[in-house]
């Protein structure tokens, strides 16, 4: 089982349109927080690259400011894409910044999970990353980019001491021309789009819009299918993607802000102690369907360490979900017998009205 000790955690993502996020006393005491300006003079760009089994994934700073790109085999599976985070007082952290600091790494070891398709993990990547400082408020933060043989994932650090309120986050996903994405909203059915046609969803107690909910598969030209994820995602929202108005190929990140589908608070922004690292944003890259199931321990690797002492009580197996009758349960249970699965699951509901909390026991 791999133990906190075992994975080095902090070290770096964007939204459509953006609504702000303020940094509180303490991260940056006495800094003015206004919308940084763009430098007036053209400066030289800079980029990192981490590479691992035929796939790299770039960094840059183009003109001050945030890019990134993603490559398999020197195939184009995103384009560059927008970088970066919105602050609530509308200060952008990643449209005009300088790099302070770099640094690389290469990490190869194994783990052993408590459930899971293999008994065995192998945790092996290559590391940039990357120390800014945002030029107009001074404020530090960083950008974390990895790169394995299943694929490659980013995430922001913001470093210095205090607490961040964040509205915003400016990752962009730019697929290459002829791709075809499978978004669903809601456990609704795959609609299979280009990039810039995600359907309008949602309704006014819900979060709206052309979204779609994560993981969302990608058919790239070239025989490449990617598949758009998140892993680490602790005290953070929920990530949704947003199509972009006039520009057919692109994604831009949506932190959900209507929680549990509408039923939950509204929270516009969210407040985080800092240093802090925002979940990972994972792509993982694979050549054929059954190669990309393959390739999503990817997703494993990139989580927390287990933070339990006692495993023992968790017993793995295989489930299926059934509906929501007494009749489908029981074929369910003939189902999971005749096919060695261990479980079958009811969804929320079949005991009683959804969010309210009967005794299962005596229904």
Known sequence: MRTAGDQEEPALSRRGVLKGAAVTAGMAAGLGFTRPAFAAEARPPQSVTARMGGNAITVSVVEGALRWSVARGGRTVIDTSTLGLGLSDGTV?????????????????????????????????????????????????????????????????????????????????????????????????????????????????????????????????????ACVCESSRVGFPRLMLSSVPGEPNTLSAFLMEHTARGTGPVATTTTVTTPFATPWRAVVIGATHAELVDNAELVLNLAPANALDDTSWIKPGKVFRCELTTDAGIQGVDFAVARGLQYIEYDAGWYGPEFSTPDATSC
């Open 93 to 225: 952290l990643g449209g005009d910044v300088t790099v302070a600091g770099s640094r690389l790494r290469t990490v190869h070891n194994t783990w052993s999970p408590v459930y899971g398709r293999n008994a065995t993990v192998t945790d092996h990547y290559q590391e940039q990353c990357w120390t800014l400082r945002d030029t107009a408020s001074g404020i530090r933060f960083g950008v974390q980019i990895r790169a394995y043989r299943t694929g490659v994932a980013l995430r922001y650090v913001l470093l210095d001491e205090g607490t961040a309120t964040l509205s915003d986050e400016l990752t962009t996903f730019v697929f290459p021309d002829d791709t075809t994405v499978y978004s669903a909203r809601d456990e609704d059915a795959y609609n299979p789009v280009a990039p810039g046609a995600i359907p309008v969803t949602g309704t006014a107690g819900t979060d709206n819009g052309p979204l779609t909910d994560l993981p969302l598969t990608a058919s790239l030209p070239g025989e490449l299918i």
